[in-house]
């Protein structure tokens, strides 16, 4: 099979596509050949050589996948057969033609769907949901601060808070970001390129800050960030886009807001975890992108890319140019 391959830690020019032999799944995994994987940040870090991947799992890039099931392994429980459409949230190896999933961790695509969005919920959304909803303890009439608003993840995120009855605030750094942020549902928009994000959120708020922060930039950020939450706010970091150090007094001024700091990775997570939050996903959020109305969901998508052009898809998604997400369409 075809997968995408980097041998030393690099720029896009790296990657290229490699014939591998096809995995075969262990107990209780299902193969799923592949149609569409969409790229996530994680990738880039894993080909400049700053994020390896977790102990067992595949060095082959992609954590979110949508195809077919290919065939079972030994010791599955029947709720998947040869031919289903599904989508997939991995630990890694969705770039390639095949790859193995243990069975808790496929998800149905939702009817009316297409195969390059479903590639884009399982990584993104279910980050978005574990953040608003395991972590953050979101709440009717919270007002959220979503940072980078337009990706992947916050383009989700505006859609879930929104549906819980909380306030979307988004930061982006273009009038055209912020635009489409406000389409999904944002309450209003702020381009840190242009202001200071934590001011125009006291503004928005009369003064009070917000009470959840999702935040993937971190340390540039921590400053603003705290000056901006509200009393007894929560601060959750999945990211460090902005650099891991913090220079300055956070721990006071955090404790004198009596805030929360909650970090978290979901690809880290052990297979009991993921399990329970695909459960809850399936349940809870999975209809909602198939229901008519207001409360509908949709997977935001900016580019569609051939796996050849793997190099591409890596330098655009560095450029920061795209709104939503980028997805590779495998051959089949």
Not at 271 to 290: D, G, N, R
Request: proline residues 6%; charged residues 20%; contains cysteine.
């Amino acid at each position: 099979m075809l997968a995408v391959y980097f041998d030393q830690p690099g720029g896009p020019e790296n990657l290229y596509l490699k014939e591998v032999a096809k995995p075969s799944p262990g107990e209780g995994e299902v193969l799923l050949r592949v149609a569409v994987s969409a790229l996530n940040r994680a990738d880039l870090l894993q080909r400049q050589g700053r994020y390896a991947p977790p102990p067992g799992a595949s060095s082959i890039l992609g954590l979110e996948a949508s195809g077919h099931v290919a065939e079972l392994g030994p010791g599955c429980h029947g709720h998947w057969k040869v031919g289903d459409l599904a989508m997939a949230l991995l630990s890694g190896g969705g770039q390639a033609q095949y790859v193995t999933v243990p069975e808790e961790l496929l998800l149905p695509i939702p009817a009316g769907l297409t195969l390059p969005q479903a590639a884009a919920i399982p990584e993104a959304w279910l980050t978005a949901f574990q953040l608003l909803h395991l972590l953050g303890n979101i709440q009717a009439g919270d007002s959220v601060l979503i940072h980078a608003g337009s990706s992947g993840v916050g383009t989700a995120a505006i859609q879930l808070t929104r549906m819980a009855g909380a306030i979307p605030l988004v930061t982006a750094g273009s009038q055209y970001k912020l635009q489409m942020a406000e389409k999904l549902g944002a309450a209003a928009g702020f381009n840190y390129k242009e202001e200071d994000f934590s001011e125009a959120t006291l503004k928005f708020t009369k003064g009070a800050g917000v009470n959840l922060i999702l935040d993937c930039i971190g340390g540039s950020y921590w400053e603003k960030n705290v000056n901006c939450l509200a009393l007894d706010g929560r601060w959750v970091l999945y990211g460090l886009m902005g650099g891991a150090d913090v220079n300055g007094p956070l721990f006071s001024k955090l404790l004198f807001k009596r805030g929360s700091l909650i970090t978290s990775l979901l690809r880290s997570r052990d297979k009991k975890y993921k399990e329970m939050l695909v459960k809850a996903f399936t349940e809870q959020i999975l209809p909602h992108f198939s229901t008519e109305g207001p409360q509908r969901l949709m997977p935001v998508l900016d580019r569609v890319y051939p796996v050849t052009e793997i190099q591409e898809a890596h330098e655009y998604m560095e450029a920061n140019k795209n709104v939503g997400k980028i997805v590779l369409e495998l051959p089949q």
